[in-house]
């Protein structure tokens, strides 16, 4: 089966291809300001990339974040729109999932820390348990000093990525450093999620019957969106 991944969730705008064994094709960009913009055209490219039409996709893959509000709604609403057209249904993956995933250490605890902005950071950790690479917790928002308490209560030997730990490496050494054995922070390339490693979440996922209908997928919000947050703060003035 061909699964089509789309990630909007933060800065990086992604597209790629998977045929059930490997990545067919993918592109990425970079960009705050034109996921909507983008996303189309790339995903013609990967198509042709590929060479195959839309319409032999059979499923589609999304980031549901959390992440950039206006650019989760994109990709989300844009896998909603084609699984409709084509008649297939969605994967959904979280941001933090995917940035876990993407790595590979010899750590016993990942912490995949995305900048939320307003100087907070989201958050999960995850371990490999029989093989299998697991969240143990639930997707948190806070400080970076609460991820850091958090990665702190479990002791253990710890590589962080996502621009949550690229923003917050100084604070992040400082606090754990001195406590844990090890410390470790993975290369800027990881540090957003990519379509190229949800394609592959998403083909797992795919044999185990993961598979929601489109209008049944939400994006992941830990916390109200801006605009909610601008007019509630102008009610109490």
């Not at 933090?96 to 605890?109: F, K, M, P, R, Y």
């Not at 917790?137 to 030997?157: H, K």
């Not at 919000?221 to 109490?236: G, H, K, V």
Request: charged residues 20%.
């Amino acid at each position: 089966m061909i699964i089509l991944g789309i990630d909007t969730a933060t800065d990086a705008v992604s597209v790629a291809l998977h045929d059930g064994e490997s990545v067919l094709a993918h592109s990425e960009i970079r960009s705050d300001r034109q996921h909507a913009e983008a996303l189309t055209p790339m995903i013609d490219f990967v198509c042709k990339q590929a060479s195959i039409e839309l319409w032999d996709v059979g499923g589609i893959a999304v980031d549901i974040g959390p992440g950039l509000f206006t650019g989760m709604r994109v990709g989300i609403a844009s896998a909603q729109a084609i699984a409709h057209v084509i008649d297939v249904p969605i994967i959904p993956v979280t941001s933090l999932d995917i940035l876990s995933a993407a790595v590979q250490t010899h750590c016993e605890v990942i912490a995949s820390v995305i900048d939320a902005r307003r100087g907070e950071v989201y958050w999960a950790l995850y371990r490999v348990i029989d093989g299998t690479l697991k969240q143990v917790g639930a997707p948190q928002i806070g400080s970076a000093e609460s991820c850091a308490v958090d990665v702190l209560d479990r002791g253990q030997s710890t590589l962080l990525v996502g621009t949550g730990a690229v923003k917050y490496e100084t604070e992040f050494r400082d606090r754990l450093a001195p406590v844990l054995p090890i410390v470790e922070f993975a290369d800027d390339k990881h540090s957003m999620p990519l379509a190229s490693t949800l394609v592959e979440i998403a083909h797992e996922r795919a044999l185990r019957g993961e598979w929601v209908q489109a209008d049944n997928v939400a994006p992941m919000y830990l916390r109200a969106p801006d605009a909610e947050i601008n007019w509630a703060t102008r009610s109490t003035q």
